[in-house]
């Protein structure tokens, strides 16, 4: 079981950037043990897959949509995850949702939790 909560996400101009987060609490398995992604979902759009990291944060894999303004990133220690995105456009404008996944290959083909989102809305 994982219990996973974003932050990070508001109001903000195109071109700046932001960082968001993902805790994570962990049972019975431990969080190092999960394919960690973020996915997000614009208004009137299907959730799409953004970004995910491996167990050890070793391996990533974007979607070409995220490739080079998109960073993945994991803390183990603090089983945390977090995304940076630079020069935001206005198509950025989504909820963010962080997922972990266990035994589903890779990159992973399903995941088993999920969080509620974070709400990120670029003004341009």
């Known amino acids: 079981q994982v219990q996973l909560v974003e932050s990070g996400g508001g109001l903000v101009q195109a071109g700046s950037s932001l960082r968001l987060s993902c805790a994570a609490s962990?049972?019975?398995?431990?969080?190092?043990?999960?394919?960690m992604g973020w996915f997000r979902q614009a208004a009137g759009k299907e959730r799409e897959f953004v970004a995910v990291?491996?167990?050890?944060?070793?391996?990533?894999n974007y979607a070409d949509s995220a490739k080079g303004r998109f960073t993945i990133s994991r803390d183990n220690a603090k089983d945390t995850i977090d995304l940076q995105i630079v020069s935001l456009k206005s198509e950025d404008t989504a909820v963010y949702y962080c997922?972990?996944?266990?035994?589903?290959?890779?990159?992973?083909?399903?995941?088993?939790?999920w969080g509620q989102g974070t709400q990120v809305t670029v003004s341009s």
């Open positions: 990291i491996s167990p050890s944060g070793h391996y990533t």
């Open positions: 962990a049972s019975g398995r431990s969080f190092s043990s999960y394919d």
């Open positions: 997922a972990a996944s266990y035994g589903s290959g890779w990159p992973p083909l399903q995941y088993q939790y």
